[in-house]
């Protein structure tokens, strides 16, 4: 009974330092976001759904399907079980590795006062130890609580990789629709440039117009086709660059989509927030777990300086006869504990913990930049917010403007006060602003998708 009371008395000592609690720096941030941002106040923070932050049905499909069949997205699951895998075998280095051995010897010998060779037969039985570290100094716990800390990481990336799909799609899918939608209007365009370029040949033929001008004309439409080809290779291109993040055909079923102007995006998102939610960010947990993982390794390093005790035992039976292979005279156990001290390894151990304290600065370098590059994204996006919205209002007006001086450059061309030259001037103008305006609310809607993934995917603020 001796030996399993030695043993739980090295296992209670086992472990007995841990690793030093985590400093983790200052966030080298200000306080909080710029005030003067803030459009209608801060509102109030609350954790926004997908489903309601993304208002298109169509988009929510594309976005499902992308998280089913994106490789990244796979790719950073199967680090999640690796790193998973890895800290269950190093959890099991802090645990006795004990296993059953049995085994029967049938050896042919000579026997002490016997001429001729014997066979004799010897069965075995035992309960062994394998070496077992008794972490005094705390190494292997260390190494544990960085396979932990690594584990966690690789979670909190998944979840990084996870938000940044989502946005990544989001921004894909609208660059789709963008280009749709200026096909779309360089199609009406077009449309009414073929009329005006009719109406200057039918003035020709009567008589009251010129051929200079119908020339003009079919100039402007001949333009007008050249540029619609572009714009369906655009929609080409964007098909294709969606159908690639998402990683499978889109199905032919999808709902109808929501057009620019119909806010398919919540894109008033308040500033004036506390810049410590940053913290919440998968991308900065994911730092600071490295960081926590390097400052266990450290503790590993220099926990490698002092001795380590390992165990090795067994406990067992032997028996030349199965029937009398549990009797109490044939019993036998061994125990051998062995302590190795470092005495000279040409500077391997000192160099061991340079490059884990090397590591460790890494890591609080990397978290230091995780936050400043959270904090210029955040900050990117409500200086959006708080400009673009004032910005498409007034090239909501310049349009509005735009059009009715197209519609009296028309009038007043087929009453023939003004020549082709001024009516041509005044649609180029109309088509510019258009696309303008177009762009500025796809800019609009993808820097409120920015700020989405930004505050951290779907803990993002209304």
């Not at 001729?116 to 062994?128: F, H, R, T, V, Y």
């Not at 939610?277 to 266990?296: G, K, T, W």
């Not at 990397?366 to 994204?377: G, L, N, P």
């Amino acid at each position: 009974m001796r030996l399993p009371i030695l043993v739980a008395l090295m296992l209670t000592v086992s472990a007995c330092k841990t690793v030093a609690p985590l400093e983790k720096p200052e966030p080298p941030i200000p306080a909080a976001f710029t005030p003067a941002l803030t459009p209608d106040g801060a509102g109030e923070a609350r954790r926004l759904t997908r489903e309601e932050m993304f208002r298109d049905p169509r988009l929510l499909r594309v976005i499902d399907l992308a998280l089913e069949n994106n490789r990244d997205l796979r790719l950073a699951l199967l680090n999640v079980e690796t790193a998973r895998a890895q800290n269950n075998i190093q959890n099991a280095a802090t645990q006795p590795d004990i296993d059953l051995q049995t085994s029967s010897n049938l050896e042919r010998t000579r026997v002490q006062r016997k001429r001729k060779p014997e066979m004799i037969l010897q069965n075995n039985l035992s309960i062994n130890l394998n070496a077992f570290e008794i972490d005094l100094f705390g190494r292997v716990r260390a190494m544990t609580e960085a396979a932990a800390a690594r584990y966690l990481a690789s979670e909190e990336g998944y979840r990084a990789a996870r938000a940044t799909l989502i946005g990544a799609v989001a921004e894909s899918y609208f660059a789709q629709r963008l280009a749709i939608e200026q096909r779309a209007l360089m199609e009406n365009i077009l449309a009414d440039w073929r009329q005006s370029a009719e109406l200057a040949s039918a003035r020709w033929r009567s008589g009251t117009g010129n051929e200079v001008d119908v020339i003009r004309a079919q100039a402007q439409v001949s333009a007008a086709e050249a540029d619609l080809r572009g714009r369906e290779r655009a929609v080409l291109r964007a098909d294709n660059a969606l159908r690639l993040i998402v990683g499978a055909d889109l199905p032919a079923d999808l709902p109808p989509a929501l057009a620019l102007d119909q806010n398919p995006v919540v894109t008033r998102l308040p500033a004036g927030l506390p810049s410590d939610l940053l913290l919440n960010r998968p991308d900065i947990r994911q730092a600071e777990q490295v960081l926590q993982a390097s400052n266990a390794d450290v503790a590993a390093a220099r926990a490698a300086f002092f001795p380590r005790l390992s165990l090795t035992a067994a406990v067992g039976f032997t028996s030349p006869a199965l029937g009398s292979l549990f009797s109490p005279t044939n019993n036998t156990w061994s125990f051998a504990p062995r302590l190795a001290l470092p005495i000279f390894n040409g500077g391997r151990l000192e160099g061991e913990l340079d490059v884990a304290k090397v590591r460790r600065n890494e890591a609080v370098a990397q978290y230091e930049k995780a936050i400043q590059t959270a904090f210029r994204e955040v900050a990117d996006g409500l200086a959006g917010s708080a400009t673009l919205d004032a910005q498409i209002d007034a090239q909501q007006r310049t349009v509005a403007e735009v059009k009715r001086g197209v519609a009296m450059a028309e009038a007043r061309y087929k009453a023939g006060l003004e020549g082709r030259l001024e009516l041509l001037d005044a649609q180029r103008q109309l088509q510019m602003t258009q696309q303008a305006l177009l762009a500025l609310q796809a800019e609009n809607i993808v820097n409120a998708v920015a700020l989405y993934k930004a505050l951290g995917g779907e803990a993002t603020w209304k």
